[in-house]
């Protein structure tokens, strides 16, 4: 009989097994079967996916003098989406299989059809096709991917809003009419003239949100990868028109350093370039990460022209032009360079980087693996576990007031069940990049051991021993010296 293999790699379905088991992240309304496109996050996910916001906040607004911060409303005037065009150009090509009803993303439909199918391509790019083009080649090539059916019966291809929307109040009528935002960036568009005067901003300047965005996408695929609700991390850097193009390389030589600075290897990333932009876009580019299911998008960079803050200067009649006191007054409406990042999409990237199933046997014994998330400390869930040899002769009890030390600067679990190298395997499988051993000697003032603890590193899994009163201080040191 042939040996069975284990595959040791990660695919998706061990990351969503790991989010589920380790309380990372669950299915919305699981107990009635599940809400499509909506997921929980759970004790250790709300910290991870809080942790990976902070940092984008502190590198975005802290590290960039020129940075300032907003949190605008989800609900804003609906007039605010006809003048950016989302109520008429925000929307996907659908089509919808007539054997079966499943509706399809036309486009993505030909993208997978052409990923396994190499050498039956459209001929150009699917971002650059015509309706009608995207109709006849999935007529004549592809089976539905639901129902598999070889008849290849599909209604036409059309166009589908993505903005949820409902009405404000009991009255239902187009002025009563209110959408959920579709991205987080038209509220700084909007407050852009108040945050000038208010904050004395001079260009070039930006402005950094995070926030939740919702999109009625016509399919919800991979897990928290493509969802109804989702939150991006969005900046806008209104510069002086004419210097939009060095400010966009720029930014997109920053962008792209924030996920090497946190762990992610160069040949993990990708630049996608569009061939076709979006509707008030001069140039695009994306950041794709290396997912266990390809290369996807995690963040775009785009070039927006003066287009947003024009249209809401034309629907608003509200004048949106800044005054150049640094250029002889002169008047004009900034050009915006945006970076838009899905902090859902990053959390799903940091973990598949972060996993490995880890083979830690000495040399000549049987395989022994343990999983371990490799995650940056600066966003692992919990910073510090703490855990006694033992839970009694008083190991417990110095064991929880170091904790109470460590709670008051870092993220800490106490841990005392079971082995302690079982807790160490359930803490580097979350991630945890520091735990706090507390034995015998630490208690014994005869020891030279006194009033020390292990200090045992996640990745290395070396031990040092390390004084009590220098603890704090040398978790500090080390989460500062990370390297992966
Ligand atoms: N303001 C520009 C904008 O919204 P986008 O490329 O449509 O640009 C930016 O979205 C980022 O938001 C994407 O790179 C992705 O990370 C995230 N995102 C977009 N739609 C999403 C969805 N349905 N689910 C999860 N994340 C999404």
């Given at each position: 009989m042939a040996e069975k293999t284990v595959d040791h790699s990660c695919t998706l379905d061990k990351i969503i097994s790991l989010c589920k088991r380790r309380g990372f992240v669950y299915q919305a309304s699981e107990i009635y079967g599940g809400q499509a496109g909506a997921w929980d996050y759970g004790p250790l996910g709300v910290e991870f996916k809080r942790n990976i916001q902070n940092e984008w906040w502190h590198y975005m607004?802290?590290?960039?003098?020129?940075?300032?911060?907003?949190?605008?409303?989800?609900?804003q005037h609906h007039?605010?989406?006809k003048a950016s065009g989302h109520a008429d150009?925000?929307?996907?090509?659908?089509?919808?299989c007539l054997e079966c009803q499943a509706r399809h993303r036309a486009d993505k439909m030909i993208e997978d059809f052409v990923a396994a199918n190499p050498d039956k391509n459209p001929g150009k790019p699917v971002d650059t096709m015509t309706h009608e083009e995207m109709e006849n080649f999935i007529k004549t090539n592809i089976n539905?991917?639901?129902?598999?059916?070889?008849?290849?019966?599909?209604?036409?291809?059309?166009?589908?809003?993505?903005?949820?929307?409902?009405?404000?109040?009991?009255?239902?009528d187009e002025s009563h009419l209110i959408y959920l935002r579709p991205e987080t960036c038209q509220g700084i568009f909007t407050d852009f003239k108040s945050i000038v005067q208010s904050?004395?901003?001079?260009?070039?300047?930006?402005?950094?949100?995070?926030?939740?965005?919702?999109?009625?996408?016509?399919?919800?695929k991979n897990f928290i990868f493509r969802t109804a609700e989702f939150e991006q991390m969005e900046m806008e850097y209104f510069c002086k028109p004419g210097t939009e193009d060095e400010t966009f390389e720029r930014w997109r030589k920053d962008r792209w350093a924030f996920y090497l600075?946190?762990?992610?290897?160069?040949?993990?990333?990708?630049?996608?370039?569009?061939?076709?932009?979006?509707?008030?876009?001069?140039?695009?580019?994306d950041i794709t990460y290396n997912f266990p299911i390809g290369f996807e998008e995690i963040e775009g960079i785009h070039s927006r022209t003066d287009f947003d803050l024009s249209q809401h200067q034309e629907y608003s009649k509200k004048d949106m032009a800044y005054i150049d006191q640094e250029d002889g007054n002169k008047k004009y409406i900034p050009y915006v360079v945006e970076t838009s990042a899905g902090l859902n999409r990053n959390f799903l990237m940091f973990l598949c980087e972060a996993y490995e199933e880890q083979n830690v046997a000495e040399a000549g014994q049987p395989e022994d693996y343990r999983t371990v998330l490799h995650l940056h400390p600066k966003l692992a869930p919990i910073t510090v576990a703490v855990l006694p040899l033992m839970k009694k002769d008083g190991l417990a009890e110095k064991a929880k007031e170091i904790q109470n030390i460590l709670k008051e600067d870092f993220v800490t679990d106490y841990d005392q069940s079971g082995t302690v190298g079982k807790r160490y395997r359930r803490q580097d499988e979350v991630g945890t990049p520091f735990c706090v051993t507390v034995d015998y000697d630490t208690l014994d003032s005869a020891s030279a051991n006194f009033n020390t603890v292990t200090v045992r590193n996640r990745d290395t899994m070396a031990q040092e021993r390390v004084k009590l009163d220098e603890l704090t201080g040398y978790i500090f040191n080390q989460i500062k010296n990370y390297n992966k």
């Open positions: 607004t802290q590290l960039h003098d020129d940075v300032v911060g907003l949190d605008s409303a989800i609900f007039t605010t989406w150009h925000f929307s996907d090509p659908m089509i919808d539905c991917p639901v129902c598999g059916s070889k008849e290849k019966k599909y209604t036409s291809v059309r166009e589908f809003n993505l903005m949820f929307k409902t009405y404000q109040g009991p009255i239902a904050n004395r901003m001079k260009i070039p300047f930006g402005v950094a949100q995070v926030g939740k965005s919702f999109r009625n996408e016509i399919i919800f600075k946190y762990g992610i290897p160069e040949n993990q990333l990708k630049w996608h370039h569009h061939d076709k932009l979006a509707h008030y876009a001069k140039d695009a580019y």
